[in-house]
C-alpha cells in the first residue's frame, strides 16, 4: 500500500526587494507551514521560482531547505531544467545535502518526443539514490504524459512517487489502477483537489497552502476521515480562494495565465507575514486583482493579524 504524502505545499521563495533570497524570511515561512501542520514540503519547484536561479544558488538553496526543515517532514527539491547533465548535476546535490527526494517536469521548450522524455526521467533516477518524483504538467511543460506513460515508469522503478497536474482529478484513478499499490500519486492542482482526495490521492501539492496551510491541512484531514460533508463545506469555503489562482477567465482576460504565484506571495502580505515580490519577468499583481483577493480573504477571515 502507498505511504501517505498529505498536504505538501509548493513552498515560494521570499525575496528582498532588491530580487536576492531572503533566507531568514523564507526560513520563516518554511516555520510557519510545517507549524499548521503540513505533512511533507516541496522546495524550488515552479512556485519556488526556481526558472529563476542560477544553477549554484539553486545547490545552495536546496541545502538551506534541508537545514531549515531538520528532519521534521518529508522534503523534496525540484531540479527540473531543459539539461539532462544539469537535472542530475541537481539531483546529486540535493541528495548529497539530505533531501528527501527530487522532482522533476519533462524537459521544457524543446518539446521532445516521448522516447526522449522516458530517457530523461531515467538518467535522472538513476543518478541518485533517493525517491524521483515523475512530474507531469503538461501546460507548464509543453509534453504531455499519457497515465500508460506514468505507469510505464513507475512499473520499471524511475518514478517511485507520480505527481499528476494535468488538472483532470479523475486520472487519479487511473493512475491508482496503474501504477504499483507502493507508488504514492499525487494531486498537483489546487482547482479540482476535493475530487482528488476523495478518489484515492495519496497526497496533493497544494499551491493555495502556501498561504492558507490550515484551511488546505483541514480539508485533506476531514476528506481523508471520510467526513465528506464538512469536507465539502471546507471545499466551497475556500473555493472562490482556489478559483482565483486557477481560472483567469473569471477577471475577464481568458488570454493570460493566472497570477498563481503573485496571489500566493500577496496573500501572505495580506495577513501580515511576508511574501514580497517575484522576480521578472514576474509582474506584481494588478491592483484590481489585489482588491478582489482582500475581499475573498477577507470574506472566509483571513484577515490581518493584528500587532
Known amino acids: 500500500m502507498a505511504e501517505t504524502v498529505g498536504v505538501m505545499p509548493p513552498c515560494v521563495t521570499i525575496f528582498d526587494e532588491g530580487g536576492a533570497v531572503d533566507e531568514a524570511r523564507t526560513k520563516e515561512h518554511v516555520d510557519w507551514l510545517l507549524d499548521a501542520g503540513v505533512h511533507a514540503l516541496l522546495a524550488l519547484g515552479t512556485c519556488g521560482e526556481f526558472f529563476s536561479f542560477e544553477t549554484d544558488e539553486r545547490e545552495r538553496l536546496a541545502a538551506k531547505f534541508v537545514e531549515w526543515v531538520d528532519g521534521?517532514?518529508?522534503?523534496?527539491?525540484?531540479?527540473?531544467?531543459?539539461?539532462?547533465?544539469?537535472?542530475?548535476?541537481?539531483?546529486?546535490?540535493a541528495e548529497a545535502a539530505g533531501a528527501t527526494g527530487v522532482m522533476s517536469v519533462a524537459p521544457y521548450y524543446s518539446s521532445p518526443p516521448r522516447r526522449e522524455v522516458m530517457q530523461y526521467f531515467r538518467d535522472i533516477a538513476a543518478a541518485v539514490d533517493i525517491p524521483f518524483i515523475v512530474y507531469n504538467n503538461p501546460p507548464a511543460s509543453g509534453v504531455s504524459l499519457e497515465t500508460a506513460d506514468l505507469a510505464e515508469l513507475a512499473n520499471d522503478g524511475t518514478a517511485k512517487i507520480v505527481k499528476e497536474?494535468?488538472?483532470?482529478?479523475?486520472?487519479?484513478?487511473?493512475?491508482?489502477?496503474?501504477?504499483?499499490?507502493?507508488?504514492?500519486?499525487?494531486?498537483?492542482?489546487?482547482?479540482?483537489?476535493?475530487?482528488a482526495i476523495c478518489g484515492g490521492a495519496d497526497g496533493w501539492v497544494a499551491g493555495v497552502s502556501n498561504f492558507m496551510p490550515h484551511e488546505a491541512v483541514k480539508l485533506w484531514n476531514l476528506a481523508r476521515s471520510g467526513d465528506l460533508e464538512a469536507a465539502r463545506e471546507q471545499w466551497y469555503r475556500i473555493l472562490p480562494l482556489?478559483?482565483?489562482?486557477?481560472?483567469?477567465?473569471?477577471?475577464?482576460?481568458?488570454?493570460?495565465?493566472?497570477?498563481?504565484?503573485?496571489?500566493?506571495?500577496?496573500?501572505?502580505?495580506?495577513?501580515?507575514?511576508?511574501?514580497?515580490?517575484?522576480?521578472?519577468?514576474?509582474?506584481?499583481?494588478?491592483?484590481?486583482?489585489v482588491h478582489y483577493l482582500h475581499r475573498l480573504m477577507d470574506e472566509i477571515g483571513l484577515t490581518p493579524v493584528a500587532a
Open 72 to 93: 521534521r517532514v518529508p522534503l523534496y527539491i525540484g531540479v527540473m531544467d531543459t539539461s539532462t547533465d544539469k537535472a542530475v548535476r541537481l539531483a546529486k546535490a
Open 165 to 195: 497536474s494535468h488538472g483532470d482529478p479523475a486520472r487519479i484513478h487511473d493512475l491508482k489502477l496503474t501504477v504499483p499499490a507502493d507508488v504514492p500519486v499525487l494531486y498537483g492542482e489546487d482547482y479540482g483537489a476535493f475530487e
Open 242 to 289: 482556489v478559483n482565483m489562482t486557477s481560472i483567469k477567465p473569471m477577471f475577464g482576460r481568458p488570454d493570460e495565465r493566472p497570477d498563481f504565484i503573485q496571489i500566493f506571495k500577496a496573500g501572505l502580505d495580506r495577513i501580515g507575514r511576508t511574501g514580497g515580490p517575484c522576480r521578472r519577468p514576474l509582474l506584481p499583481l494588478p491592483p484590481e486583482d
